[in-house]
């Protein structure tokens, strides 16, 4: 996919459980405007891509720290403004 980058995050610190040990990740959010696909397709880290509604997409997350930053981005793209997602 080829894109427009509009606004990154500050980078977030957050736990997971995997195979009973808790372990730390860093996560940067990225809000992109699509702008076509790739030939060779997505990257290795990506199982997979889809475009989903606000409401869909919201309702699919299980952590309170996405939903809030998918909230702020709908806000900022509503409002038209640039800043900040955190």
């Known amino acids: 996919?080829?894109?427009e980058l509009l606004i990154?995050?500050?980078?977030k610190d957050t736990f997971f459980t995997d195979k009973g040990k808790r372990v730390l990740k860093f996560v940067t959010f990225y809000l992109m405007e699509w702008l076509s696909d790739?030939?060779?397709g997505f990257g290795f880290e990506t199982e997979e891509v889809k475009w989903l509604s606000y409401r869909y997409?919201?309702?699919?997350?299980?952590?309170s720290?996405?939903?809030k930053?998918?909230?702020k981005a709908k806000q900022?793209?509503?409002?038209?403004e640039q800043e900040s997602l955190v």
Not at 8 to 11: H, P
């Open 1 to 3: 996919m080829r894109q």
């Open 69 to 71: 930053i998918l909230a």
């Open 38 to 40: 790739l030939s060779e």
């Open 8 to 11: 990154k995050s500050e980078l």
């Open 65 to 67: 720290g996405e939903k």
């Open 57 to 63: 997409a919201y309702n699919k997350l299980t952590n």
């Open 76 to 80: 900022l793209l509503d409002s038209g």
